[in-house]
């Protein structure tokens, strides 16, 4: 079995366990379904998509609800026309859906679970993806039969390897004594660091992936949002503790600081955050969401190097000042 790899020097880590090598920048592809996002449309979606591959990213993160019609599933396999399949490593989910109202819903039943594999791999226009996630537990099923679920998909053939996503340590320990999980997927970046304590050094023992969304929490971390930025009224970011009221005020002061430390290492906001990010023990790679080209080019440039000893204990420095964070989701 070969062993993971954590050298975070490389922009190219082993999946878990497995013979798979993704890359330590992954597209995350919720933005371009245009649930929450504003002004997408699938001509920049599908560029985006190409961009991503153009400058050295070759992990696609995608899920059967990413989009109420799966328009995230479908622009991927749009924008990998004439792709060697070799050439890309997929990720998608199952378990959530959109209901007849038009909101999300759980149902992370065996039989669910295996239509919407069969409806992803279609929409994708593959024979198999490399890691499929269950997307989230279901409360009216047991964990143990959505565990043993994704087993039966990889013994199909349909999916690789099983990763497992918004799971507690708990949750994940009793998924993985089902079907052996090579990613975890939850939420990490500079302000929200608390799977730190007890999920990664678990991940770690066990030769397990965590890919870790929100690094650059929506765009908060990105550089470009400052004090006089007004979001609009549907800007979904709205509802997120880090962008209101005098937690805005103080995530803001800490990008500051970050600008200052990017600007002595001669790279953007962005490229140093998810430089940074995929550099902490065991993370293995940075979700990063996209709907225009530029935005993938730049946090891909986070790859293949790494920032200056100063520069790792100014961030420290700045992340102590800015103090405990208010989050959406907590994960130990």
């Not at 039966?152 to 918004?166: E, M």
């Not at 100014?314 to 989050?327: D, L, N, Q, W, Y």
Request: glycine share 8%.
């Amino acid at each position: 079995m070969p062993v993971p790899s954590f050298d975070t020097a490389s922009d190219r880590r082993r999946l878990g366990r497995t013979d798979i090598e993704i890359s330590s920048v992954s597209l995350g592809c919720w933005p371009i379904a245009g649930v929450t996002s504003l002004d997408v449309n699938d001509a920049d979606s599908i560029a985006t998509i190409r961009a991503s591959l153009a400058a050295g990213v070759n992990f696609i993160d995608t899920a059967y609800c990413y989009g109420a019609h799966g328009e995230s599933e479908n622009l991927i396999r749009r924008a990998l026309e004439g792709t060697s399949r070799d050439e890309v490593v997929i990720a998608t989910k199952g378990g959530i859906h959109y209901d007849a109202a038009g909101k999300q819903a759980k149902d992370a039943s065996p039989a669910t679970i295996a239509r919407e594999c069969d409806e992803s791999l279609q929409r994708l226009g593959v024979e198999y993806v490399e890691l499929y996630y269950l997307h989230s537990p279901d409360p009216n099923v047991p964990l143990v039969e959505s565990a043993a679920a994704i087993q039966r998909l990889i013994d199909a053939g349909k999916t690789r390897t099983a990763g497992a996503s918004n799971c507690t340590l708990e949750q994940l320990r009793e998924f993985h004594a089902v079907c052996p999980l090579s990613a975890v997927q939850l939420p990490y970046n500079m302000l929200q660091r608390d799977i730190e304590q007890a999920t990664i050094p678990w991940c770690l023992a066990e030769g397990i992936s965590v890919t870790a969304y929100w690094p650059l929490m929506k765009g908060l971390l990105a550089g470009k949002i400052g004090t006089e930025t007004k979001l609009a009224d549907d800007d979904n970011r709205k509802s997120y503790p880090m962008y209101q009221g005098d937690e805005f005020e103080r995530n803001q002061a800490f990008v500051t600081s970050l600008r200052d430390i990017a600007a002595n290492v001669g790279r953007t906001v962005a490229e140093v955050v998810i430089n940074w990010t995929i550099s902490q023990p065991g993370i293995t790679s940075a979700l990063c969401g996209a709907k225009r080209g530029w935005q993938i080019e730049e946090t891909a440039s986070a790859m293949g190097w790494r920032l200056p000893p100063d520069a790792l204990a100014a961030i420290e420095t700045a992340i102590k000042a800015r103090g405990t964070a208010a989050v959406k989701r907590i994960f130990q």
